[in-house]
């Protein structure tokens, strides 16, 4: 036996339909933004569709001849595009984890180049790579100098 429903619950029923009942990909998103610690759905569809274009350009390169010289530049042109900071800085050891890499960024503690970078959803060209170091000021770039024992003593004034 089932209770009869109140009057909120039949009028909520009457809205959805459950006949056309669209199955969204609301988990799976949300289990790839919390693994990631991306904070915008924006940044994730972006992501999605950068990947999808790369993944598109990588099946394309693949089906050329092997021996034609514009898949070798194409593939080489394709491995040097962007990543997003805080992989690289895992990757270069700068912070142990993804949580800890975006913290550091958006409290402003790193820079790529002469700009100093608080989105961590920025994207990072293999070129540029090489430059993703620690603002002059941040606290972490004086403590990792003191452990290494390289601070200077002009540094102690700054």
Same mark, same amino acid.
């Given at each position: 036996?089932?209770?009869?429903?109140?009057?909120?619950?039949?009028?909520?029923?009457?809205?959805?339909?459950?006949?056309?009942?669209?199955?969204?990909?609301?988990?799976?998103?949300? %289990?790839?933004?919390? @693994?990631?610690?991306?904070?915008? /759905?924006?940044?994730? =569809?972006?992501?999605? &569709? $950068?990947?999808?274009?790369?993944?598109?350009?990588?099946?394309?390169?693949?089906?050329?001849?092997?021996?034609?010289?514009?898949?070798? %530049?194409?593939?080489? @042109?394709?491995?040097?595009?962007? /990543?997003?900071?805080? =992989?690289?800085?895992? &990757? $270069?050891?700068?912070?142990?984890?993804?949580?800890?890499?975006?913290?550091?960024?958006?409290?402003?503690?790193?820079?790529?180049?002469?700009?100093?970078?608080?989105?961590?959803?920025?994207?990072?060209?293999?070129?540029?790579?090489?430059?993703?170091?620690?603002?002059?000021?941040?606290?972490?770039?004086?403590?990792?100098?003191?452990?290494?024992?390289?601070?200077?003593?002009?540094?102690?004034?700054?």
């Amino acid at each position: 036996m089932v209770r009869k429903l109140k009057f909120h619950e039949q009028k909520l029923l009457k809205k959805v339909d459950f006949i056309s009942w669209e199955v969204d990909n609301n988990l799976s998103e949300v %289990k790839v933004l919390r @693994r990631f610690r991306i904070q915008r /759905r924006e940044d994730y =569809t972006k992501y999605n &569709k $950068l990947s999808r274009e790369v993944r598109e350009l990588a099946r394309k390169i693949r089906d050329l001849n092997e021996k034609d010289s514009f898949r070798a %530049k194409s593939t080489s @042109r394709l491995l040097e595009k962007l /990543r997003r900071l805080p =992989t690289i800085m895992v &990757k $270069l050891r700068m912070a142990q984890n993804l949580k800890t890499a975006i913290t550091f960024i958006e409290q402003g503690h790193v820079r790529v180049g002469p700009e100093v970078v608080t989105d961590p959803a920025f994207l990072v060209t293999r070129n540029t790579e090489d430059y993703v170091t620690w603002v002059d000021s941040s606290k972490i770039k004086q403590h990792v100098m003191e452990y290494n024992e390289e601070r200077d003593d002009f540094d102690l004034v700054v």
